[in-house]
């Protein structure tokens, strides 16, 4: 089974960093490939980010691409997101998904859904 908790979300200034984490309390997660996806209001989730379950293959969106981080510490079971030059648009709840194919949560191939969510964490990015 596998439970995913976020943290880490909170206000930051415009071009600040957060770092988010979000741990699995299960066994298997080294099984999964990982994603953070994020939602805005009134808007829809949107993918951000994806780590191969060995942390060799990394995905990004185009609008996160050179500013966020995924990695991913199997050890600790825990994928983190390392968010640097934040904007405003950056505002969102932010979730972490696994699932057993890496393809489904790049937006590689189409899904209907993730294996597994958590409830996400709020990030506030302020002008």
């Known amino acids: 089974q596998v439970q995913l908790v976020e943290s880490g979300g909170g206000l930051v200034q415009a071009g600040g960093s957060l770092r988010l984490s979000c741990v699995d309390s299960g066994s298997t997660f080294s099984r999964y490939a990982m994603g953070w996806f994020r939602q805005a209001p009134g808007k829809e989730r949107e993918f951000v980010a994806a780590i191969s379950s060995s942390g060799l293959s990394i995905y990004y969106a185009d609008s996160v691409k050179g500013r966020f981080t995924i990695s991913r510490d199997n050890a600790k079971n825990t994928v983190y997101l390392q968010l640097n030059s934040l904007k405003p648009e950056d505002t969102a709840v932010y979730y972490c998904?696994?699932?057993?194919?890496?393809?489904?949560?790049?937006?590689?191939?189409?899904?209907?859904?993730?294996?597994?969510w958590g409830k996400g964490t709020l990030v506030t990015v302020s002008s």
């Open positions: 998904a696994a699932d057993s194919q890496l393809e489904k949560v790049a937006g590689i191939i189409a899904s209907d859904g993730m294996d597994y």
